[in-house]
Each structure stands twice: as C-alpha cells, then as structure tokens.
C-alpha cells in the first residue's frame, strides 16, 4: 500500500512567521540536521547548516531549542553556535540554557535501579559495547552493522529489556539505528509539551524531526504549528512536509530568516 507524500502550501505559515514578534522553531539534532554517524560524537551538521541557525537564533526573534534523544550536554560541542540555542536532551528529561543552566529530571529510585539492572544484563550478555547510558534511558545501538550482527543484537536486547519494561512500568522504543528502555516520561510529545505551556497561543511553532520516536511530536503539533519529515528517504509520517536533505533543509532554513527579516 502506497501512501501520499505530504504537501502543504507553507506560505500562509511563513505569512503569519513575519507578521509575528516572537516564533518557536524546534529542530532534533541526530538524523535530522546532522546525518547519523555509528560514532555518535563524530555526529556534525550537514555543511551550511550552522551558519542559517546561528542567524535565526541572533537575529529573527526566534526561540531556537534543540532536542535529541541522547545526553544534552553533548550538543553544544558539535553544534558550534555561540551564544549556544536551547538544548532539550534524553527527550526532555534535560533542559541545557543558553547561559549553560542545567536542569535534569528527577528519576525514581525505582526506575534507576531497573536501569542499572538492564545495562547489568546487557554487559553480561556481551553487548556493552553497543550499549549509551542517558539521563532516564539505556540504549542499544547497531546502526553500522551488517543486517546479521543487528539481527543478533536486536534480538538479544529485547529479550532482555522488555522483561524489565513490563515488570517496571518502562517503555521501549525503537529508533533509526537501535533500541531504548526508557522512563515513560521522556519523549518527544511531553518535551513539547511543555514548551508550548511556554507559548503564547498565537506563536508560530514549526517542528522538524526525522526518527520514529518524533512522530509523538508530530501529532502534539498537530493544528498547532508545522511540523516536516527531514529524511533522505520518505516514510510514512505524521508530518505535514517532507525535506529532503541537505539542500531542502537549508532552503527552510532560509525560508525561515527572510520570512522573519533576518536576512542580510
């Protein structure tokens, strides 16, 4: 089954953008303005990104928030943006201020033990190696390998995280390149969520994401704001766009400074 390839007529968004004296422009980082890396500190942005959100984040009245599934404080490093933008991490259980303020959930004793117990188990079953601990979540990772060693992998993980999933109240949720247990409380929707508790009601907000796990961001925006699949590849989405990048992704990017008169 086929199914269409979302278009949407954006100029009436980017009308309400330059007649607007504040905007809310959300963008996840890995997969979306920088391609996925197996070395996920290797993770930069694609070419000529950094210089568009380094204008809109100085001069186009915009709150800029950067959000990534992983740790917060790895982002400014990659990112380069000076003054660095906001940065939501381990899907909003961080909170990294411009000023460098840090504000990180509080996590039940619970839940950290039945963490400890999975990334426990997964060293035990030899997948240490593939395995990022975050603030709220214990992830396995394969992107890189050959389809046999993911198959291995993946069936290993879920035959030892989703026992501690259900027995614990966690959540497990596949993303582009691996699999994570998770707090319940961290995910793309409730980050924004809470942002938009931050919003005027008639600020423009857009957001771009390119993974599974910002489909709940998608659907949270929803007659809310815009919201775009940045992929190479489409997929089925809750999107309203779809950008190809880099070359669509910049020209959005673009869309968005002349839009708001931040345009040189």
């Known amino acids: 089954m086929s199914h269409a390839v979302p278009e949407r007529d954006t100029r009436p968004f980017f009308d309400l953008l330059s007649a607007a ?6 963008i996840d980082y890995d997969g979306t303005i920088a391609p996925f890396r197996a070395d996920r500190s290797r ?5 000529g990104v950094p210089p568009l959100l380094d204008r809109i984040n100085k001069y ?3 709150r800029l928030i950067v959000l990534t599934g992983g740790s ?8 380069g943006l000076n003054p660095q933008p906001e940065i939501w991490g381990a899907c909003g259980l961080e909170r990294l201020y411009p000023n460098g303020r840090y504000e990180g959930a509080e996590i039940t004793d619970r839940d950290l033990d039945a963490l400890a117990r999975a990334e426990s188990s997964l060293n035990e079953e030899h997948l240490g190696e593939y395995v990022e601990i975050g603030p709220g979540g214990v992830a396995v990772h394969w992107r890189g390998m050959e389809p046999p060693e993911i198959l291995e992998i993946r069936t290993n993980a ?5 026992p501690l999933a259900a027995g614990n109240g966690l959540v497990i949720a596949d993303f582009d390149g691996g699999v994570e247990l998770r707090v319940p409380s961290a995910s793309a929707g409730d980050a924004i969520r809470s942002i938009l508790l931050e919003t005027d009601a008639d600020t423009p907000v857009a957001y771009l994401g390119d993974d599974t796990p910002d489909e709940d961001a998608f659907r949270v925006l929803h007659n809310r704001g815009l919201t775009a699949l940045v992929r190479p590849k489409y997929r089925f989405t809750a999107a309203e766009l779809w950008l190809r990048p880099p070359g669509e992704l910049v020209g959005f990017l673009k869309t968005w400074i002349y839009a708001c008169g931040g345009a040189e």
């Open 21 to 26: 004296s504040t905007r809310v422009l959300l």
């Open 43 to 47: 993770a930069i942005p694609y070419p």
């Open 60 to 62: 186009c009245g915009t």
């Open 72 to 79: 917060a404080v790895r982002i400014p490093s990659l990112l």
């Open 158 to 162: 879920y035959r030892i995280l989703s």
